[in-house]
């Protein structure tokens, strides 16, 4: 069984364009997160929520739209896809308030755009 | 802006040494400390987490904390090349309504047989 898990896994789009990618969690954690891993390697938060409440909001532009349907699951809306916006993105899932429990991570979504 | 500091390598060790690898952190207040590795292409695994000052065992590995010093360190005895990958340094930020983690850029490791 998959604890976190990510769809697609590989996206490619041209600039302009705009995309979603989902992610889902059975560990019955409360606290989900995006992260993006750029072409050095370096992982930076973009997004928390805890029991479907956004509680960390990086400085990331606002073409990128989390949702949380329920604490379960929490997806990433990016619109106008842009050039730089190539990178993984992961998704991550922790027990209680953000931040203090291991975080347990997805494959990730590699998106390319042209 | 608090940081997490790392060398980025790469560390070349010969299988069965040990590999050291370090990090520093700048939030004083820090309070959770967390070793992930991440093999090439692949998503971060947890390896350790330790939360006050000391040792850590868990096989192989064994974490250290010195919060006078801000630095968490990671021991990898008897290196196998299976353990070649990079490895993240994560630190939970202190204070506020601020839970998120910080991570380090990463060390790469080489475990040469």
């Known amino acids: 069984d998959t604890a976190v898990s990510q769809t697609p896994k590989y996206l490619v789009t041209q600039m302009g364009n705009d995309k979603s990618i989902k992610c889902e969690q059975n560990l019955g954690h409360d606290t989900m997160y995006w992260y993006k891993q750029d072409s050095k390697k370096f992982l930076k938060i973009m997004f928390s929520?805890?029991?479907?409440?956004?509680?960390i909001n990086e400085t990331v532009p606002n073409r990128f739209s989390p949702k949380s349907p329920d604490k379960a699951h929490l997806n990433l809306h990016i619109n106008s896809l842009e050039l730089g916006d190539s990178a993984v993105y992961f998704c991550a899932s922790s027990q209680g308030p953000p931040g203090g429990q291991p975080q347990h991570f997805g494959d990730g979504t590699r998106l390319s755009i042209l | 802006q608090k940081e997490v500091e790392q060398n980025s390598g790469p560390l070349s060790v010969p299988e069965g040494a040990i590999a050291s690898l370090n990090c520093t952190y700048s939030?004083?207040?820090?309070?959770?400390f967390f070793w992930y590795r991440q093999y090439s292409g692949k998503s971060p695994e947890l390896i350790m987490s330790?939360?006050?000052?000391g040792d850590k065992e868990d096989g192989r590995f064994t974490a250290q904390l010195n919060k006078a010093s801000q630095y968490v360190s990671l021991l990898i005895r008897d290196s196998q090349p299976s353990d070649s990958a990079t490895y993240l340094c994560?630190?939970?930020?202190?204070?506020?309504?601020?839970?998120?983690?910080?991570f380090g850029k990463g060390t790469l490791l080489t475990v040469n047989p």
């Open positions: 929520y805890n029991n479907k409440e956004l509680i």
């Open positions: 939030d004083r207040g820090s309070q959770s």
């Open positions: 330790i939360y006050s000052n």
């Open positions: 994560a630190v939970k930020s202190s204070g506020g309504s601020n839970y998120k983690l910080t």
